[in-house]
């Protein structure tokens, strides 16, 4: 019987998981099926059970859902998932489940094996406090950065999350005045509006990459950092790295990322 998994967000018309999980599928000949599910705003944890009960074997969760994800699986989390507060990845099996993040492995993988940059003793600035940012910055802190700053809009969100974590400082862009970060990662859905983060002139160092985890869009964050001399990469690749992990933990093989990725930039 062919095994079904979705991604459930709010919106999830535009998302591509569905595609991504069909050539790994294919690749790895999985029998899967893998759809979308528009879960109502209030109606996340109906929407899961009602999934769980027609068969459904295991679940992404996207915005605005990763925090409700978190609650829904109690105890029942990764160590990842745990400390980050969000899930990403929900794994249906024997009448139970529970929850695991792959953000945090999706973004270093991206970064260090696709994008060959290191991540250890870097400067790093990591902008945004929601669901995406919270998912990547253990992940991020554990691969050794020199410094990482968070800045955020809403500038209690990233002092608090700073602190939690114990990054090296937290609070608004004024803050970022004066310093130099060697990594740029926008977790910020401000592309999504054609907006960017308010960044102080000159905190691109020489030879820095500006990422934003926004995907399949030239970002004005993106044009942002070209302007500045650095180099720009949207978040493809953290997207399919990502669902090779969720992948991995459903069906016990690994894609391989290297076509699927290469298909989706060049479509
Ligand atoms: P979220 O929980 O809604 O958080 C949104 C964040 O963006 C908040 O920190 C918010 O600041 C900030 N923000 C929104 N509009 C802004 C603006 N105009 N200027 C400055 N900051 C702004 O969303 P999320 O789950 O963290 O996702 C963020 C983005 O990452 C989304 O676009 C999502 O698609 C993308 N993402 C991509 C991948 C991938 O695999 N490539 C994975 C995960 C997420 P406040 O706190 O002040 O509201």
Partial sequence: MTDRYAVIGNPVAHSKSPWIHAEFARQTRQDIDYGRIEAPLEGFARAVDEFRAAGGRGAN???PFKQQAHLYCGNALSERARTAGVVNTLIF???????DNTDGVGLLRDLTANLGRAVAGARVLLMGAGGAAQGVLAPLLQAGPARLVIANRTADKARSLAQRHGASAGGDYDALRGEQFDLVVNATSAGLENAAPPLPAGVFAAG???YDMVYGRDTPFLAMARAAGAAALDGTGMLVEQAAE????????RPDTAPVLAALRGR
């Fill in 61 to 63: 969760v996207t915005l």
């Fill in 246 to 253: 969720s992948f991995q933990l459903w069906r016990g093989v």
């Fill in 208 to 210: 820095a990459l500006g």
């Fill in 93 to 99: 099996d024997g009448g139970g489940w529970r929850g």
